[in-house]
């Protein structure tokens, strides 16, 4: 009897500890959430001076000291003829190639980040310049994309040569944005295309149905809904809603079409995609190469930078995100060890 006091008093303080310790938790990540919108910040990188350290570093390792010594002697008297080549030629300043990065989800939200960006870049570039966008998304929602490659296409606007870049996957929207590119390289297995609108929703009416559960919509309009997930779906509602995809269609094909004109859209907005290689061949891309190469032959002759917009998080958002990982991993372990099975 002793034993089982014992255990349920240490079994009561566990738990009032462990709830202690959930509900300051979820107050710090309350307080993150409702902490008002920061600004981010630029992150500027020199990638050339990156390339020339590796580059050093390397040359160091694989020379023995002598040829190393011979080597640095013959570099700093090719820099200081540069330097004497760039002072007759001060007024032709070396071209900069900006380099950002699109990692794209589903609805496209760092589109934010990419118009600080975009917008970063257009104010010192020059047509002498270039931008240099490495994509890699499998696209998403329409808007969101339109969004995003609307952003790219303001580098064009103002005359600044604009290359995209697929290492990985640039299919549906991810192509929508690659095409604006006045050129577009590939990695040889790179996925592209896939120019098609898809959607797909579940219907639960037989089940609620089923268990005797009425649902009720009232719109205002006759096509305000044309399918639901609750309701039951009539044939000219699925009629209007497979219209809409095909308007969605025909405007991603003229899309494609108007940035990239030579290419034969009929043939290729099938809604499939291609590995690189092929895509050549149909003309989706222009050059096999990864991104890795066209920049370290770009920094041979441009000052290669990349350019970054962040937005910084403050102690409570990193601690309130770790907390609520901790807080749904501490749930599903009582969950786990608590759970009652059906007899």
């Known amino acids: 009897m002793e034993f089982l006091y014992e255990y349920g008093l240490?079994?009561?303080?566990?738990?009032?500890?462990?709830?202690?310790?959930?509900?300051?938790?979820?107050?710090?990540?309350?307080?993150?959430?409702?902490?008002?919108?920061?600004?981010?910040?630029l992150d500027i990188t020199d990638l050339s001076e990156q390339f020339e350290d590796?580059?050093?570093?390397?040359?160091?390792?694989?020379?023995?000291?002598?040829?190393?010594?011979?080597?640095?002697?013959?570099?700093?008297?090719q820099q200081k003829?540069?330097?004497?080549?760039?002072?007759n030629n001060e007024s032709e300043a070396k071209h900069r190639l900006f380099v950002v990065d699109f990692k794209g989800s589903i609805d496209a939200r760092e589109v934010n980040s990419l118009r600080e960006e975009i917008?970063?870049?257009?104010?010192?570039?020059?047509?002498?310049?270039?931008v240099f966008v490495r994509l890699e998304s499998g696209g998403g929602m329409v808007h969101g994309y339109g969004l995003a490659s609307?952003?790219?296409?303001?580098?064009?606007?103002?005359?600044?040569?604009?290359?995209?870049?697929?290492?990985?996957v640039a299919a549906s929207g991810g192509y929508m944005m690659a095409c604006v590119a006045d050129k577009i390289i590939s990695a040889p297995f790179a996925i592209l295309g896939s120019i098609g609108v898809i959607a797909q929703i579940p219907n639960f009416n037989k089940l609620l149905k089923k268990?005797?559960?009425?649902?009720?919509?009232?719109?205002?309009?006759?096509?305000?809904?044309?399918?639901?997930?609750?309701?039951?779906?009539?044939?000219k509602g699925r009629e209007k809603f497979v219209e809409e995809l095909e308007e969605t269609h025909?405007?991603?094909?003229?899309?494609?079409?108007?940035?990239?004109?030579?290419?034969?859209v009929a043939k290729v907005a099938t809604g499939e995609h291609w590995f690189g290689l092929k895509a050549k061949e149909l003309g989706l891309v222009d050059d096999i190469q990864t991104s890795d190469d066209y920049l370290l032959q770009a920094s041979k002759e441009r000052k290669v930078i990349a350019i970054k917009y962040e937005v910084k998080k403050g102690i409570a958002e990193k601690f309130g995100k770790a907390a609520s990982v901790s807080v749904e991993s501490v749930v599903n372990k009582?969950?786990?060890?608590?759970?009652?099975?059906?007899?």
């Open 10 to 41: 240490f079994f009561a303080k566990a738990i009032t500890f462990v709830i202690a310790v959930i509900a300051i938790i979820a107050a710090i990540a309350g307080a993150a959430h409702k902490q008002k919108h920061k600004k981010g910040e």
């Open 54 to 77: 590796v580059e050093h570093h390397m040359t160091e390792h694989l020379l023995s000291k002598e040829e190393f010594k011979q080597h640095e002697k013959e570099l700093k008297k």
């Open 81 to 87: 003829l540069q330097e004497k080549a760039d002072k």
């Open 119 to 130: 917008s970063a870049i257009l104010a010192v570039a020059t047509k002498d310049d270039e």
């Open 150 to 168: 609307s952003q790219l296409d303001r580098v064009r606007q103002q005359g600044i040569p604009l290359t995209a870049s697929v290492d990985k």
């Open 211 to 235: 268990h005797d559960v009425d649902f009720e919509q009232f719109t205002a309009g006759e096509f305000k809904r044309t399918v639901t997930m609750f309701g039951e779906n009539t044939d």
């Open 250 to 264: 025909v405007l991603f094909k003229e899309f494609v079409s108007e940035h990239r004109p030579s290419l034969d």
């Open 334 to 343: 009582l969950w786990q060890n608590n759970r009652i099975f059906p007899s």
